[in-house]
C-alpha cells in the first residue's frame, strides 16, 4: 500500500487548447486541436502549446522520483523524450541527440492506430498497436534536479489547423514520487545498488523497524542479566 509520502502521478498532455490560445491549464469539450511544427520539441509541463502546468517539473531537496513509463501518438512520427537537466536520456550510439522512442514502439493509448486519415468518414486505420519498448531500467530524478518529457513530432499537423480538425496527438508520463523519509530510503537503495519502487521501500522499513526491535530486545536481556547478577 503506497502512503502519502510515496505517491503515483499519472499525466497526459494533448495539443488541445480554448480557441483563441495556444495553452491553458485545464482541458474542457470545447478544446481545439494546436498545429504541431515538424521537429520542434513540445515540453509536456510548461511548452506552451495544449495543456500545462504553469511551473518546470523538478525535485526539492527532500523528493525522489522514478520515471516508469513513457509513450505518446504513434501518428506524425511523434516521439517522447526525457531530458534530465539538459542531458536528453536516449541518444544515439555516437551521443548525438535524437528525438527519444517513437510512438510506435510505446503507443498511447494503447492500441491507437499508427495513422491517421483526416479525409475519411471514420478517420482511423485498421491497425492497432502494442507496445514493445518498456521504460528499463526505470528514470531516476535525483533531488534538486528538474526533468522534461518532450515530444517531437517529425511531421507537421499543417498550418492553420481549424476548429473542425480531428488531428489530436498525445503523450504520457508515469512516475512515482518518493518525499521526505521515503526519499531518503530511495537515496540509500540507489547506494546500495538496489531496484526502487514502493515493494523494496516498504522492505527497507521493514528492515529498519525489525533492526530497532531486535537492538531494543537484545538491550532489554542485557539489562535483565545485569539486574539478576546484581
Known sequence: MIDMSMRSQVYEWANLAPVGVSS?????????PKALTAGREYDLFI???GNNITKPAETTATQFIVIEDIACSPQLGGAVQIRINTT?????????????IPGLASPYPRGAPSTVDLSAAEPLNSDQLLKSFDLYPDVYVLPGQTFQILYT?????GVGVDAT?????????KYTLYDGPDALIANKLLELGVTINPNNVDWYKRSLIEQQQRSASMAAAAAA???GQA
Do not use: I, K
Open 165 to 173: 480538425s480531428t488531428e489530436v496527438v498525445a503523450a504520457f508520463v
Open 153 to 157: 513530432p517529425e511531421t507537421a499537423t
Open 225 to 227: 542479566a545485569n539486574g
Open 88 to 100: 536528453d536520456y536516449f541518444q544515439n550510439p555516437d551521443v548525438t541527440d535524437q528525438a527519444g
Open 24 to 32: 491553458a491549464l485545464r482541458r474542457s469539450t470545447a478544446d481545439v
Open 47 to 49: 511548452g506552451g502549446t
